[in-house]
Structure formats: structure tokens, C-alpha cells
């Protein structure tokens, strides 16, 4: 690939697909079947064939890796099948807020009153301080981080791994920020707009392509942020948004600037975990115990940024 072509995506990209995202819900007329047909399946194809032709993680697959993923993203697949249907069901009702539905709140509070700018922009907000506040509650509780390790059980991010989830985590992280949203009142073409582009930020940050995003690093949990995520060090497993705006209100923002990869992606004890083998990650919750993290100031925990998936849990 010729490296002014190579430049010009490293560096647009996002901002290339945000903009085709805007243009493509007022196309598409807020039609979340022809946007999902005809914009982010191409948009998610795309992606998969960028991490062949510039990644930025060269490293072969694992045994049993990619079957992993496809398996998990199959389970996934049918729990969107299952959050669609629960969306569907709130907007038949006279509002998607229960709140106004059954009179305990005026209608002039939801989101609906709102020009279609203003209801996009705070329902990315609400979504993603509920999925903020989610995903580190699924570090910090040893319960949820028992499921929330499946996750973190693969050794590099990629697209394909974006859905490697325990269903149950799912469940936290994915259908308590959606019924959130859903109770501020916000019409359906908003919450089509916000899935849209809400999609287009969650696929970046698992793209395992050479990109330089500059300033939005600090805006995004870009791919650049999210990989320091997935470190196998405590203090540099940060960034739980997708928009940074929590991450820096509540001092878990990590950018270093000396270094663009962390030295280990993954769980930080592994032996004994059923790293490429999802039937099993399924189960493996329930019948072993997994220990908390151990405090960042700590020796143990700068060294390990996951909580032991295979010692006793504390």
C-alpha cells in the first residue's frame, strides 16, 4: 500500500467515518435496518480487512483463537437479537421512559423535546457514563470481573475479539446503559442515531490497525487508548469509556507518551484458564474462584493489572 495512502487513513479514518455515519442516518431517513445493511456492515468489513493490510499488532493466531471469536460472536449476535426486541417493545409504548409512560414524570422532560443534535449528544452521554460506570464496576467487583475476564483473556485486541464476552457480562455492561437511555425519554431516531455512531466509536477502539488519531485520543477511547486497557499491568489497565470525558473527570485517563503498546495484553495469571476456548469461558465462572486486584501501589500490583483468574478469591 503506498505510504501516502497509508498516512491519509492512519490519520482520517475516524473522522471519515463519523462524518459518513451523520450522512448516512439522514440518508437512510433513521431506518436502522438499511443503516445496518448498507452502512456499518460494510463499514465492519472494512475494518476486518485493514487489520490484514496494516496492522498495527503482526503476531499469527493462536490455536483455537479464531474460533473462539466466531463462536462468541455468534452468542453475541443473538443477545443484540434479544436488546433489539426490548427496544422494540419501549417505543410501542406512549414513551420509551417508564417513567413517563406511567405519568410519574412529565413528558416535557424526555429527551424528545430536544432538537435531533442535542438528543444525539446526550444520549451518547448517558449511554456511555452507564457503560463507564459498568465496565469498572466489572473490574472492581470480583463477581462481575469473573465474567468481565473472558473478555480480557485474549493476548491482542482485534476486531474479532471485540465480542469475545460472557453473556451474563453482556447483560451489565451492554442492556443496563441501553435501558437507561431508553428512560431519558429520547424519541426512536434518536437511538437509532446514537447506535449508529455509538457503533462506529466501539468498533474503533478494538481495530487492530495502524492509526494516529491525535487530539481525539483525548475526546475517544480510540483504538490507540483502549489498547493500554487490555495491559496486563494495574496501573496502565485504565480507559473504561468510550467517550474520555469520564475517564478524566474520575482520574482513570491513561496516555502515556513514551511508549504505544503496553509489553503484555491479557490476564495477568493464566495458568489453568481456558484461554481459546469459549464453551469453556462460558462455565468457567461458576467452578473456579477468581482473585480481586490487588492494589496499584502495591509491588503485586504493579506488575499485574488483572485479578488472578485461577488463586483464591479475597
Not at 503496553?262 to 495458568?271: D, I, M, R, W, Y
Request: positive net charge; hydrophobic residues 45%.
Amino acid at each position: 500500500m503506498p505510504q501516502l495512502f497509508r498516512s491519509l487513513v492512519s490519520r482520517g479514518y475516524l473522522y471519515v467515518f463519523l462524518l459518513l455515519a451523520i450522512v448516512a442516518i439522514a440518508a437512510f431517513d433513521y431506518d436502522s435496518s438499511q443503516l445496518f445493511l448498507w452502512f456499518l456492515l460494510p463499514y465492519y468489513a472494512l475494518g476486518l480487512v485493514l487489520q490484514f493490510v496494516m496492522p498495527k499488532h503482526k503476531k499469527p493466531l493462536e490455536q483455537g483463537e479464531l474460533l473462539t471469536d466466531v463462536v462468541s460472536n455468534g452468542f453475541m449476535f443473538l443477545l443484540s437479537s434479544v436488546q433489539n426486541l426490548m427496544v422494540t417493545l419501549f417505543f410501542g409504548l406512549a414513551s420509551s421512559s417508564l417513567l413517563i409512560h406511567f405519568g410519574l414524570l412529565s413528558p416535557s422532560f424526555g429527551l424528545s423535546n430536544l432538537p435531533m443534535w442535542a438528543q444525539v449528544i446526550c444520549g451518547l452521554l448517558i449511554f456511555d457514563f452507564m457503560f463507564y460506570t459498568t465496565h469498572r464496576m466489572a473490574h472492581t467487583v470480583p463477581a462481575l470481573w469473573k465474567l468481565h475476564s473472558v473478555h480480557h483473556s485474549a493476548h491482542r485486541v482485534t476486531l474479532m475479539n471485540a465480542y469475545r464476552v460472557h453473556p451474563l457480562d453482556v447483560l451489565v455492561r451492554r442492556f443496563i446503559p441501553v435501558f437507561v437511555l431508553l428512560q431519558s425519554g429520547i424519541s426512536q431516531e434518536g437511538f437509532v442515531a446514537v447506535a449508529v455512531i455509538g457503533s462506529v466509536l466501539a468498533t474503533i477502539t478494538h481495530l487492530n490497525i495502524d492509526l494516529k488519531h491525535g487530539a481525539l485520543n483525548y475526546l475517544i477511547g480510540t483504538n490507540e487508548i483502549h489498547r493500554w486497557h487490555h495491559s496486563t499491568k494495574m496501573s496502565e489497565a485504565k480507559n473504561f469509556g468510550g467517550i474520555m470525558i469520564w475517564d478524566h473527570l474520575f482520574g482513570t485517563f491513561y496516555y502515556p507518551k513514551d511508549r504505544d503498546m503496553p509489553e503484555k495484553l491479557g490476564l495477568s495469571h493464566e495458568q489453568d484458564y481456558p484461554l481459546n476456548n469459549y464453551w469453556q469461558q462460558l462455565i468457567y465462572p461458576f467452578r473456579k474462584p477468581i482473585r480481586k486486584p490487588e492494589k496499584a501501589g502495591s509491588a503485586q500490583g504493579q506488575a499485574d493489572a488483572r485479578p488472578n483468574p485461577v488463586a483464591a478469591e479475597t
